[in-house]
C-alpha cells in the first residue's frame, strides 16, 4: 500500500527560525501488510485504513517539533507502525521542501524503513 504526496506544514528544522516560521513537508509512506482478505471480501475492516497513516503524519509534522528531520521521520514510522498489528513494514519518505540553503532550490529527503520485530 502505497501513499504519496502528504502534505503537512510543521516547525521541525536545526535553525532556529524554521522552529518559528515554519515550512511545507511532505510524505510518501509505503505499508506492507497481507491485503488478501480485504480483495476478496471488500469490507474496510478487512485491511489498514489508510487515513489513520495519513492522520499520524499530518498530526505529528504539525504538532511536534524537532531538530532533526530525521527524528520527525523516526517518530512517525514507529507511530504508524504500532497502529496497527497487521502492519509488517513501514518505510517512510519525508522531504523538506524549502530547506533554507542559500542557493539550493531542490528537496531534503530522509527515507526509513523499519519491520516489526
Request: hydrophobic share 40%; aromatic share 6%.
Amino acid at each position: 500500500m502505497h501513499l504519496t504526496g502528504i502534505r503537512a506544514y510543521g516547525y521541525s528544522g536545526a535553525i532556529p527560525e524554521e522552529q518559528v516560521l515554519g515550512q511545507w513537508f511532505e510524505v510518501d509512506l509505503s505499508l506492507s501488510l497481507d491485503l488478501t482478505k480485504a480483495g476478496k471480501c471488500d469490507i474496510l475492516t478487512a485491511t489498514y485504513d489508510y487515513r489513520s497513516a495519513i492522520a499520524i503524519t499530518q498530526t505529528t509534522i504539525e504538532q511536534q517539533k524537532y531538530s532533526l528531520i530525521e527524528r520527525l521521520a523516526t517518530v512517525i514510522l514507529e507511530q504508524i507502525l504500532a497502529s496497527d498489528p497487521r502492519l509488517e513494514q513501514v518505510q517512510i519518505r519525508l522531504s523538506k521542501l524549502a530547506a533554507p540553503i542559500p542557493h539550493f532550490s531542490g528537496n531534503i529527503t530522509i527515507e526509513l524503513t523499519r519491520k516489526k520485530l
